[in-house]
Every structure is written in structure tokens, then in C-alpha cells.
């Protein structure tokens, strides 16, 4: 290959807001025909926004048994699902003190407040790895939400369920045409995510995702093994994520794309970097990769 087109290509792609980290990501670029996208921050605004939060118990206030505690863990968090609830949490006013934070990536939080009371938030399946079991009543109240196509997270208190806040987060306004383009370039978009199946569902249909290419409830270690999966099927994959939960699926990938958006460890895993956090930038780099390989074939 002749370095200067590569070297011409990366700096065009610096020009476009598309950081390469070595101008032999372009040659890798070669022979992609899947783009697995994840969903939340990358398909998705990321701007997540807690649209209802419903204690389990009638005689319970939602926000002050639910919303509050809950608010006060994920404040320590930077998944886009914690600052939603944090930041519905603080504007109802001031949140405890927490100590003894941990994260559980794909699965959700837990702490202890300050008053001792130990607070658990995640999805429903998180819960019962913490030993706060869901009873089938409350586990229905979920899957009824996450149908209607709210992204819904479980709150517990001293080991036992106190509710649910149901959050919304709305495609980039540009990803239906950018998942328009990659099709148009012969490319297929996969959806894949750790959220739950009925609202990955929703989102593919509003962005033009076929309903067979969503791949929904995936762990992040799973995540990798579905890069690997469709590898090992013939597939070369560019793999484009946000989170940290993305980062081995970016580095497994025959081509990683980290939006700037995203936390760090992305990044680093990643070949490229989106400065735009645009989906719309994805099929502009792999037209640029093209181009660029054109000329120096
Ligand atoms: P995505 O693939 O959409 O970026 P993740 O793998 O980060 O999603 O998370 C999968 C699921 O785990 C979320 O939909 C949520 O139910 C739960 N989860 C992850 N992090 C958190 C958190 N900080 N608080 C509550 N729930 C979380
Ligand atoms: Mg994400």
C-alpha cells in the first residue's frame, strides 16, 4: 500500500471529525459487509429521561421510597440510564450521601446510604443476582413497560423490591438515514444491546433495523462473543459502541468505532473515533476508507 494515500485519507478523516488511529485502520476496513451497532448512545441519543417511577407497595411514595434512594447510588455512575435518574432525583431535592458504590456493568448498581440502608438498581435479572427477588407480579409490571417500549429498571431496599422507573431515550434524528446509507453501501446493520428485547424491537423498526438483526440482552461479554459469532460466519465487522460496556466488542471487531461521546475505555479500544457523536459518521468513514483504498489499489 502507498503510506501517503493512507497518510492523505487519515488526515481527510481528522478533517471530517473521524479520528484514525493508524493509518493501517483503513486497510482494515477492507472487506466489511456487518455494522453492529449498540444501542443506547450510539443508535440512541443517550439522552435518557425517567418518564415514570411507580412504587411496588400503594401506600409508598414513589419518589421518596423509589426515585430518591435510587437517585443517590446513580449519581456515582456514568451510565446515560444513572445521570437520567439522578438527575430526575435531584431536582426533587437534595440526595443522601452513599458509600460502598459498585457497578455492575450490564446489570446495573448498588451502595449503602448514609442512613445504612443498602439500595440495589438494575434490571430485573441484576436484582436476582443481588437476592432481591422479583415476584411474578412485579416481573409482568416490567415486561408490560418494556413492551409499551420503556427501557425499565428495578429498585431495591435492603434486599427487597420497592419499585420501578421506566426511562425513554429516542433515536439520533439522524440514525434511520445513516442506517439508510449503510444499507445503501451493501452494509448490514445489526442492532445489539444489553437492554431488553421489546424496546430493542421498537427502536430497530423506528431506524429501519431488520427485526431478525436485533440481538437484544446481551452482556457485555456476550457482546464479544456475538462479534466473534458472526466472524466466525464469514462476517467481517465493524463494531460501533459508546460504552464501557462496549470496549471488548470494539477490540474484537475487525473494525472499532468508538463515538467521542463515550467514555474513554471505548476509545482506547477502538480504531476510530467519531468526534461528531453523528451516527451519521459511520457510513462517511467507511466511505472514506473506500475512497481512500481506491486510490492506492
Ligand atoms: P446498552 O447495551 O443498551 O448500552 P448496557 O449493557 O449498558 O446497555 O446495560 C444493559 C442493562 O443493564 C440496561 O438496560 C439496564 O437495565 C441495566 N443497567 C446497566 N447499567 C445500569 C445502571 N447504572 N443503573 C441501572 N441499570 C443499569
Ligand atoms: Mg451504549
Known amino acids: 500500500a502507498t503510506p501517503t494515500a493512507l497518510l492523505a485519507g487519515t488526515g481527510r478523516g481528522s478533517q471530517l471529525g473521524i479520528l484514525i488511529k493508524s493509518a493501517q485502520v483503513l486497510e ?8 453492529v451497532l449498540d444501542k443506547t448512545g450510539t443508535v440512541t441519543t443517550g439522552d435518557v429521561e425517567v418518564i415514570q417511577v411507580e ?8 419518589y421518596l421510597e423509589v426515585l430518591a434512594p435510587a437517585a443517590a447510588v446513580e449519581q456515582r455512575s456514568e451510565h446515560p440510564i444513572a445521570r437520567a435518574i439522578a438527575a430526575a432525583g435531584s431536582a426533587r431535592g437534595t440526595l443522601p450521601e452513599s458509600q460502598d458504590f459498585k457497578s455492575y456493568a450490564g ?25 432481591a427477588f422479583l415476584n411474578d407480579y412485579q416481573r409482568e409490571l416490567i415486561s408490560a413497560k418494556e413492551h409499551e417500549g420503556f427501557t425499565t429498571v428495578a429498585v ?8 420501578i422507573i421506566c426511562l425513554q431515550d429516542a433515536p439520533k ?18 442492532l445489539l444491546t444489553g437492554d431488553a428485547l421489546p424496546v430493542a424491537q421498537a427502536v430497530a423498526q423506528q431506524v429501519g433495523i431488520d427485526e431478525s438483526d436485533v440481538f437484544a440482552q446481551v452482556s457485555p461479554e456476550d457482546k464479544v462473543t456475538k462479534v466473534r459469532e458472526l466472524q466466525d460466519a464469514g462476517q467481517t465487522v465493524a463494531m460501533v459502541g459508546d460504552g464501557v460496556n462496549d470496549a471488548a466488542a470494539l477490540a474484537q471487531a475487525d473494525l472499532g468505532i468508538a463515538m467521542g ?13 467519531l468526534m461528531r457523536s453523528e451516527l451519521a459518521s459511520v457510513p462517511t468513514a467507511l466511505k472514506l476508507s473506500r475512497a481512500t483504498l481506491r486510490l492506492i489499489k
Do not use: C, W, Y
Request: hydrophobic share 40%.
Open 28 to 35: 482494515d476496513t477492507r472487506g466489511v459487509n456487518t455494522v
Open 55 to 62: 412504587a411496588f407497595s400503594s401506600d409508598a411514595d414513589p
Open 107 to 131: 446489570g446495573g448498581v448498588r451502595a449503602v446510604l448514609a442512613d445504612g440502608r443498602t439500595v440495589v438498581v438494575g434490571k430485573a435479572d441484576f436484582l436476582d443476582e443481588r437476592r
Open 156 to 163: 431495591a431496599v435492603n434486599g427487597k423490591p420497592v419499585g
Open 173 to 190: 434524528p439522524d440514525s434511520a438515514q445513516s442506517i439508510a446509507e449503510l444499507k445503501a453501501l451493501g452494509l448490514r446493520p445489526v
Open 261 to 273: 461521546s463515550g467514555t474513554d475505555v471505548a476509545m482506547e479500544a477502538a480504531d476510530m473515533t
